[in-house]
């Protein structure tokens, strides 16, 4: 049996690794409304619908089930769960909601520069209950001015997914943590007749949200550099970290499937948990859908090094995908603060949140086991207490920044540039987007 790990045994931890990043309390199904009325005390009288707007389209189906539950405890509370996700943009969807009249009353926002974009439009939730478990890494992306206006989600991370029982067929008996380990991994890999990366570089998503920010997070001050790129005194050109990262990404479409711009997620995780491939760069989102096609598969979590350097190149990259915010200029704002606070302190909620949800919370009142969270998420944690983390990065960009990054990514894996052309471009996208 796995050792169990209650997050609340290591909170101390985390306060210590706040700093580093910039990725739901009591247990009672009864949750309090604003009124202070609880869940089996709502009066009848008229419905109000909320609506709900969010991108994580790997819960969609928990989400409809946990729907069905609240609208039993609040039946004078409609829930409308709309979800835009996967290879959509979830951003230009939101604004076109907005400019139609059509807004949220809850809807995804990653923080940082996203929660400056939406400033005007948030509902200040510092005094929401589940403010005060809140672990302090999860709380910075949507805190300004020491005021909070997201609940995060929870904690996620990525790098290498790896297949542990297709690298001991191939003689791998230390796992990969340099960039020279990784390579002669895949090598042997593909001596052994198996296809090393399992590569869904369709995915804009996948190279240019999430992958480039470890170029990002390895800078030596990533917050000055992200500074110096807005004012124009950094460059990504002849910068030594994307040097190794069009390196790295080099590398994996060389010991890849074929057609990998063509290769979309689904196909992806299919390939992977079918056994096609060994590795994919992927996170604790992708473990529901891996044990979907093959339950209790064998496998863990590699970094993406960049370097021959272990101290530097294994680590994992940790951040809040997602928060959830409250609209302020909806009518229901008061219903949708109740419906956050059900998700987070309620047990059906909580249960969902781990086990369903397959999440690392974000909040030291839910407590997760490594059973609840599967093999990726207990891989992720342990690098999250080894203090073995890099910040997810990709929150900081200009707005559309990761969608340009993602096409010209692609172009690169294409052969239609070189590194240098690679960068170049990359620098050119940053500059046309940045205020």
Same mark, same amino acid.
């Given at each position: 049996m796995k050792k169990k790990n209650k997050l609340t045994v290591v909170l101390s931890v985390l306060m210590s690794m706040s700093l580093l990043l910039a990725a739901c309390g009591g247990g009672n199904n009864a949750a309090k409304n604003e009124s202070g009325n609880t869940a089996g005390s709502a009066n009848k009288g008229e419905i109000k619908t909320v609506k709900i707007f969010q991108f994580k389209t790997e819960i969609v189906e928990g989400l409809n089930e946990l729907k069905v539950e609240f609208e039993k405890e609040y039946p004078n509370i409609k829930l409308d769960i709309q979800t835009v996700g996967g290879g959509a943009d979830y951003g230009a969807s939101l604004k076109t909601k907005f400019a139609s009249g059509d807004a949220p009353d809850i809807f995804s926002n990653g923080g940082y520069s996203e929660m400056e974009m939406w400033q005007d439009k948030l509902e200040d939730l510092s005094d929401q209950p589940w403010v005060k478990d809140l672990i302090p890494l999860a709380a910075q992306p949507m805190t300004k001015d020491g005021k909070i206006y997201g609940m995060p989600?929870?904690?996620?991370?990525?790098?290498?997914?790896?297949?542990?029982?297709?690298?001991?067929?191939?003689? #791998?008996?230390?796992? *990969?943590?340099?960039? +020279?380990?990784?390579? =002669?991994?895949?090598? @042997? &890999?593909?001596?052994?007749?198996?296809?090393?990366?399992?590569?869904?570089?369709?995915?804009?998503?996948?190279?240019?949200?999430?992958?480039?920010?470890?170029?990002?997070?390895?800078?030596?001050?990533?917050?000055?550099?992200?500074?110096?790129?807005?004012?124009?005194?950094?460059?990504?050109?002849?910068?030594?970290?994307?040097?190794?990262?069009?390196?790295?990404?080099?590398?994996?479409?060389?010991?890849?499937?074929?057609?990998?711009?063509?290769?979309?997620?689904?196909?992806?995780?299919?390939?992977?948990?079918?056994?096609?491939?060994?590795?994919?760069?992927?996170?604790?989102?992708?473990?529901?859908?891996?044990?979907?096609?093959?339950?209790?598969?064998? #496998?863990?979590?590699? *970094?993406?090094?960049? +370097?021959?350097?272990? =101290?530097?190149?294994? @680590? &994992?990259?940790?951040?809040?995908?997602?928060?959830?915010?409250?609209?302020?200029?909806?009518?229901?704002?008061?219903?949708?603060?109740?419906?956050?606070?059900?998700?987070v302190t309620s047990d059906i909620g909580k249960e969902y949140i781990v086990k369903k949800f397959k999440f690392?919370?974000?909040?030291?009142?839910?407590?997760?086991?490594?059973?609840?969270?599967?093999?990726?998420?207990?891989?992720?944690?342990?690098?999250?207490?080894?203090?073995?983390?890099?910040?997810?990065?990709?929150?900081?960009?200009?707005?559309?920044?990761?969608?340009?990054?993602?096409?010209?990514?692609q172009q690169y894996i294409a052969g239609k540039s070189d590194v240098k052309g690679w960068e170049e471009n990359m620098q050119a996208a940053w500059d046309k987007l940045k205020k």
């Open positions: 989600m929870n904690l996620e991370g990525f790098g290498y997914i790896y297949n542990k029982d297709l690298f001991a067929k191939a003689g #791998i008996t230390e796992t *990969p943590k340099t960039y +020279s380990e990784l390579e =002669a991994a895949a090598k @042997k &890999l593909k001596d052994a007749g198996i296809t090393p990366f399992a590569n869904a570089y369709q995915e804009w998503w996948l190279i240019g949200n999430q992958g480039i920010s470890v170029a990002f997070a390895q800078q030596p001050n990533v917050d000055e550099f992200i500074k110096g790129l807005n004012e124009g005194t950094a460059t990504m050109v002849g910068n030594e970290k994307f040097d190794n990262w069009a390196k790295l990404m080099k590398l994996t479409v060389d010991y890849g499937n074929k057609n990998p711009l063509t290769t979309d997620y689904n196909t992806q995780v299919t390939m992977f948990a079918n056994g096609e491939a060994a590795m994919m760069q992927e996170g604790n989102w992708a473990q529901t859908m891996i044990d979907g096609i093959t339950p209790n598969m064998n #496998i863990g979590v590699l *970094p993406m090094p960049l +370097s021959d350097d272990p =101290a530097e190149s294994d @680590k &994992l990259t940790i951040g809040i995908p997602a928060n959830l915010v409250v609209n302020k200029d909806s009518a229901v704002k008061e219903e949708a603060k109740t419906f956050l606070n059900w998700l690392i919370p974000a909040l030291s009142s839910i407590e997760a086991t490594s059973e609840d969270m599967g093999a990726i998420g207990t891989e992720l944690w342990n690098y999250i207490q080894a203090d073995k983390i890099y910040a997810l990065q990709s929150s900081k960009f200009p707005d559309g920044v990761a969608q340009e990054f993602g096409s010209v990514i």
